[in-house]
T-cell receptor, first 113, second 110 residues
Framework: DAMVIQNPRYQVTQFGKPVTLSCSQT?????MYWYQQKSSQAPKLLFH???????NEADTPDNFQSRRPNTSFCFLDIRSPGLGDAAMYLC????????????FGPGTRLLVL | DAKTTQPPSMDCAEGRAANLPCNHS???????VYWYRQIHSQGPQYIIH???NNETNEMASLIITEDRKSSTLILPHATLRDTAVYYC???????????FGQGTELSVKP
């Protein structure tokens, strides 16, 4: 089945140690999104790629970066994780067309020690 | 900011219809109403969307008031697996980003 895959499902890192989360998709969608969801809160968009065009949300901290080397893969890099960055990180994809639906992966839960 | 208001929680008996309300009084003419749900520890899942007409699919029905200032998501025969947080989202027809509000936590009880 076509899907959005996130690995690992759980990631533990140390305070200040760079960490990379990965997302892949078999849907061949043009757009890939990264959301952050803290405990008991709603998902919040960090940034997205439309093909190779990167679109950052105005309030996304500089500590968060992203790479999309090809259509299928997108990475979220946290350069110096703080305790406040512990959250579920959700990847989503869409075709980018009008009324398009976003398809979400299962998420990676990040723990910062 | 999210443009919708939803009750924080609701209960529903298994097998009964679950009616989840959403207020979006500032919705504009080119904005659609989308519903997603998020089962615990999973990613959000698309349910349904509509502009002004009522919509139905295999998962749910969406009833939008004539003035479009509110809507109701209906799960006709709720099961325990429908326990989740349900998000109502207003989104423009150019594929604008999803801005999630706090959602409604639906608990389906035996």
């Amino acid at each position: 089945d076509a899907m959005v895959i996130q690995n690992p499902r759980y990631q533990v890192t140390q305070f200040g140690k760079p960490v990379t989360l990965s997302c892949s998709q078999t849907l061949n969608h043009n757009v890939m999104y990264w959301y952050q969801q803290k405990s008991s809160q709603a998902p919040k968009l960090l940034f997205h790629y439309y093909d190779k065009d990167f679109n950052n949300e105005a309030d996304t901290p500089d500590n968060f970066q992203s790479r999309r080397p090809n259509t299928s893969f997108c990475f979220l890099d946290i350069r110096s994780p703080g305790l406040g960055d512990a959250a579920m990180y959700l990847c989503a994809t869409s075709t980018g067309q009008i009324q398009e639906t976003q398809y979400f992966g299962p998420g990676t839960r990040l723990l910062v020690l | 900011d999210a443009k919708t208001t939803q009750p924080p929680s609701m209960d529903c008996a298994e097998g009964r219809a679950a009616n989840l309300p959403c207020n979006h009084s500032t919705i504009s003419g080119n904005e659609y109403v989308y519903w997603y749900r998020q089962i615990h520890s999973q990613g959000p899942q698309y349910i349904i969307h509509g502009l002004k007409n009522n919509e139905t699919n295999e998962m749910a029905s969406l009833i939008i008031t004539e003035d479009r200032k509110s809507s109701t998501l209906i799960l006709p025969h709720a099961t325990l697996r429908d326990t989740a947080v349900y998000y109502c989202i207003v989104r423009d027809n150019q594929g604008g980003k999803l801005i999630f509000g706090q959602g409604t936590e639906l608990s389906v009880k035996p």
